[in-house]
Each structure stands twice: as structure tokens, then as C-alpha cells.
Nanobody
Framework: QVQLVESGGGLVQAGGSLRLSCAASGRTFSSYAMGWFRQAPGKEREFVAAIRRSAGGTYSYYADSVKGRFTISREYAKSTVYLQMDRLTPEDTAAYYC????????????????????WGQGTQVTVSS
């Protein structure tokens, strides 16, 4: 079992930055692929970013809409994954969710919410214009 707790959301003006954190419980944090998803009111949950480690190294993935503005990273010692969000726009307003799974592999799987078994409760990000 893995428990995920997000933090760091809030209200920010367009052009500003926020850093979201997702603290994970469990002894095998390093083995999990970690993802960030978001859901705006009236919209479906969408992929934002993901990070996973394999024998070949650590891989990061981003939605086209955030590439170049958002950065995902993880700190193994703290069992925490971060989402640094820069140059925010009102279109980034949403509830942001952290997700984890042991079985996620590859660039396609990491982008699908149904690939993840564990989810946090979400943190709200609101970007004002």
C-alpha cells in the first residue's frame, strides 16, 4: 500500500510559479512510477507529467501543454515527488493529483490515469489573470 499526500497548491497570478509536493509512504518509493494529473471543473482528468526509473535510467514525461514550463523531480531520501510549475497561465487552473504505481512502464502507460493504482487527495491550483 502507498499513501500519497499532496501540498503546495494555492492562488497565484499569471506568470507566477508554484511547486507542488507529493509525499509518499511505503518502503519501495523508488520503485514506483510517479505521475501528476490535473482536473479542471467540467473537464476530464488529464496527464501533466510523470517520472519513472528503470535499468536504463530515470525518465521524465510531460504533456505538450506544460512542456518547457513544468518540471517533475523526485527526492528519494524524502520519498517525495515535486512538480515545479513556472509561467503559469489561467488555463493551468485545476485540482492537481499525484499518482503512483509499480507496474507503469513506457511512455504510453505513464500518460493514462487508469495505469495508476494509488492517488492522493489533490491540491487546488488557481491562476488569476
Amino acid at each position: 500500500q502507498v499513501q500519497l499526500v499532496e501540498s503546495g497548491g494555492g492562488l497565484v497570478q499569471a506568470g507566477g510559479s508554484l511547486r507542488l509536493s507529493c509525499a509518499a509512504s511505503g518502503r519501495t518509493f523508488s520503485s514506483y512510477a510517479m505521475g501528476w494529473f490535473r482536473q479542471a471543473p467540467g473537464k476530464e482528468r488529464e496527464f501533466v507529467a510523470a517520472i519513472r526509473r528503470s535499468a536504463g535510467g530515470t525518465y521524465s514525461y510531460y504533456a505538450d501543454s506544460v512542456k518547457g514550463r513544468f518540471t517533475i523531480s523526485r527526492e528519494y531520501a524524502k520519498s517525495t515527488v515535486y512538480l515545479q510549475m513556472d509561467r503559469l497561465t489561467p488555463e493551468d487552473t485545476a485540482a492537481y493529483y499525484c499518482a503512483a504505481d509499480l507496474g507503469v512502464t513506457g511512455a504510453t502507460q505513464v500518460r493514462h490515469s487508469n495505469s495508476y493504482d494509488y492517488w492522493g487527495q489533490g491540491t487546488q491550483v488557481t491562476v488569476s489573470s
